[in-house]
């Protein structure tokens, strides 16, 4: 077994010493690393040739170099420097030439030469050759046609041998059309669509070398912009905000901007702004000369897109121009009113604090009065004329003037001055002046004139002022004057003549004088009431006409027996109130008196009237002072009070006579009950009866009652001798909430007819959880 391992040891070891004999034993030579002995380079690409001897002594190698195919040594690289092609030792026994950039002109031979042992010459030689590279001259990666134009996408490649080119579009091979032609410089792809987006890969290919590249193209098409929205007018309101919107598409999305007819960037306009993503233009506050054409820009880098529009500017009305006017009578009257807004406004004209306006044209309820318009929308302006013909007194007054337009209203306020000659309408009917025991008497005399009247007085004809009599004096001499008359006899009591004038006319007015009077008797004195303390009478009054107004009345009475009347008691009423004597004893005979009073004084006593009171009594029945509803009702029945409460009720009446004794208190009885062929049924064990001592006042709350239920209500006064008569009445209650409850009542009401009566009911009511039920009309 080792004998067989030495053996093989042995016979490798003979083997490599025949190798290196045979090499060494070759002749001597220099090698060319790469060992092709042609080498083959583009253009433009760094080259590395080795050169190193192949000979059994390397140390006997010298003068190693490079030379190039014009026989000129290439010498080392300097120091510092930078050249195209240079030599550089690896070792002792290997020599690099260096070729940094290859050009056409470096193709040919290059030679390697070195001695050896200092006999023998060794030389090798290479040959370089070179050819031009597949190049990308003009073939951007990222291209933006625009669509709906001609676009070549553009692939400039160069190559020596030439480059043969194809194109690929999202990996797969383009099928040339008439839409996709192949061009020397790129691919022509005609009216280019959205749809035409993608990776286009430019395929070069060299089919000598073998060179094959490509170039992947992201084309983008781009979209011009297009401005979708946008009107061609637009109103703003002077001094209001406005806002509008250019909205548009495009790829990328544009930008906008706007400019004015002056074109002035609006986003560096006082008061506007613009957002440029989405084309809004706004003004915080719109002023009359923004109005005008302004341009929205919309751009991307596809291109730009222009738009116009229109801006009108609503300039709120202004009225500049209305002025008041004076017409006489009968006269024409032109009352014109300017004003100025955009549009233009529409003037009309209205009566002072009236809605209604005067239509355009001639009125059809007054053909004096003609409304005309006239409007200049260029500048504008507008006017409205109200034209009156043979005015009247009453087209005298304020009027206003309405300028309208879309953005607002504007009113303005005139007046129509209608001149006019003095009358003494408003005096016609005003009674005589009178005077008594040379009182002085005021005869006021005032004229209606425009424009006021100067009055002048005559008595007699003859004019007062130059009369010189102390008696007559004058105040004032218009538009009043006053005449003071003292009558100191009896001539004065006369006419006097009122003389008004202007320059558009003259009137004249009497006025009269006259003495007063005192009353004359009255015409009757006739007792309506009477108790046991108090008679109330009935006074016809003398005739007014015949002097002064009745001021009062007055009576003097006295017990029948007492002949003294300086003892009588007196007592005044005015003509407005009643005619009540009070505080009388009962069971007695009074004498009484009766005289009317004017601003004279006391007229004659009438004569006297004997009237006896009775003995006391029980009082007066109350009278009941609530509003009664107005259903008709059957004669003889009690009227019927609504409560507005479905629970209460306040109850009030008069406080009677107490007919010589003093009441003491008042008795209210209540019952809910209803009527059974017409005869009231009440409920006895729900009657409730109360007494009240009256105090100062005469009302009673009625509380605790049921909701839609009927109650008959009674009342009577008592005093020290009896209860006074019965006042009744019926009461209907409110319907309630508490109907719904067993607590309350609750209704239910069936209608039929009966013998007795057209309209009748049934009605049922539970009150404390008792049921009663009762026929009732309606």
């Known amino acids: 077994m080792a004998c067989g391992l030495q053996t093989n040891s042995i016979t490798k070891l003979i083997l490599w010493i025949f190798l290196i004999d045979l090499t060494y034993s070759a002749d001597p030579h220099l090698e060319i690393l790469p060992t092709q002995s042609v080498q083959r380079k583009p253009i433009g690409k760094p080259l590395i040739l080795t050169c190193q001897p192949n000979v059994e002594q390397k140390d006997l190698i010298t003068d190693l170099r490079w030379r190039d195919s014009n026989n000129n040594t290439i010498l080392p690289k300097p120091s510092g420097t930078q050249p195209v092609i240079y030599t550089e030792a690896l070792s002792r026994e290997q020599l690099m030439l260096v070729i940094s950039s290859l050009t056409d002109t470096m193709a040919g031979y290059y030679y390697c030469s070195a001695s050896y042992a200092n006999s023998e010459m060794l030389e090798n030689k290479v040959k370089v050759e070179t050819y031009v590279a597949i190049t990308w001259k003009d073939a951007p990666e990222y291209q933006s046609p625009v669509a709906g134009s001609n676009y070549v996408v553009r692939c400039v490649v160069t190559a020596n041998p030439p480059p043969t080119v194809d194109w690929l579009r999202n990996g797969d091979q383009i099928k040339l059309s008439d839409r996709f032609v192949v061009k020397h410089d790129g691919l022509l792809i005609t009216n280019v669509q959205e749809s035409d987006d993608g990776i286009y890969t430019c395929r070069a290919a060299v089919i000598q070398t073998g060179e094959l590249m490509e170039r992947n193209i992201r084309l983008d098409v781009q979209i011009k912009p297009e401005i979708t929205s946008l009107g061609e007018e637009y109103e703003a309101i002077e001094g209001q905000e406005f806002s509008v919107i250019c909205s548009g598409r495009g790829k990328p999305a544009p930008e906008f901007k706007w400019i004015n007819q002056d ?140 300028a309208r337009n879309k953005g607002d209203t504007a009113f303005e306020v005139g007046h129509i001055a209608v001149e006019y000659p003095p009358n003494f309408d408003h005096m016609k009917e005003l009674p005589p002046t009178y005077s008594w025991e040379e009182r002085p008497a005021n005869l006021s005399c005032m004229a209606m004139a425009f424009p006021n009247a100067t009055i002048e007085w005559r008595w007699n004809e003859r004019l007062v002022r130059e009369m010189q009599d102390k008696f007559l004096q004058i105040v004032e001499e218009g538009p009043r004057s006053d005449l003071i ?149 059957a004669d003889g029945e009690l009227p019927i009070i609504a409560s507005t409460y479905s629970d209460k009720f306040e109850l009030i009446w008069n406080r009677p006579a107490d007919n010589g004794d003093p009441i003491d208190f008042f008795t209210i009885r209540y019952c809910p009950g209803g009527k059974v062929n017409n005869i009231w049924n009440e409920i006895e064990n729900m009657c409730l009866e109360k007494d009240y001592i009256p105090h100062d006042r005469s009302n009673q709350l009625l509380d605790k009652l049921s909701p839609d239920t009927y109650y008959r209500v009674e009342i009577k006064a008592h005093n020290g001798i009896g209860y006074s008569p019965n006042t009744s009445v019926y009461l209907k209650t409110a319907r309630g909430e508490s109907q719904r409850s067993f607590d309350g009542t609750f209704t239910y009401q069936a209608g039929f007819k009966t013998s007795s009566a057209s309209n009748t009911f049934l009605h049922i009511m539970c009150i404390n959880g008792v049921v009663f039920s009762f026929m009732l009309w309606h």
């Open 263 to 402: 074109q002035k960037d609006m986003s560096l306009a006082d008061r506007f702004s613009v957002v440029g993503h989405n084309g809004q233009m706004s003004a915080t506050r719109i002023e009359e000369n923004d109005r005008g054409v302004y341009t929205c820009v919309a751009r991307n880098s596809a291109g730009i897109t222009e738009r116009k529009m229109r801006l009108n500017v609503v300039v709120k009305p202004k009225i500049y121009e209305m002025k008041n006017i004076t017409i006489p009578v009968s006269g024409e009257a032109v009352f014109t009113c300017k004003a100025k807004g955009r549009p233009a406004p529409l003037i009309t004209f209205r009566r002072w604090k009236r809605t209604e306006e005067f239509r355009v044209g001639q009125q059809e309820n007054d053909d004096r009065i003609i409304l005309e318009q006239e409007i200049d929308e260029e500048f504008g302006e507008s006017s409205g004329t109200l034209l009156i013909s043979k005015v009247l007194r009453p087209d005298d007054g304020l009027y206003q003037c309405v």
């Open 485 to 633: 008359v003292t009558p100191v006899d009896r001539r004065y009591y006369s006419a006097y003549k009122c003389i008004a004038v202007n320059r558009l006319g003259r009137e004249e007015h009497m006025m009269e004088l006259r003495e007063a009077q005192l009353p004359t008797p009255i015409a009757q004195a006739k007792a309506r009431t009477v108790t046991a303390t108090t008679i109330i009478f009935d006074i016809i009054g003398p005739p007014t006409e015949l002097g002064m107004p009745i001021k009062a009345y007055t009576v003097q009475y006295k017990e029948e027996r007492n002949l003294d009347w300086s003892s009588a008691i007196n007592r005044t009423w005015t003509p407005d109130t009643p005619y009540v004597v009070e505080g009388l004893r009962p069971q007695t005979l009074y004498t009484l008196r009766f005289a009317a009073r004017n601003d004279v004084g006391l007229g004659q006593w009438s004569p006297t009237v004997i009237q006896g009171t009775p003995s006391r009594s029980v009082p007066v029945a109350p009278r009941i002072l609530n509003q009664f509803t107005q259903e008709e009702q």
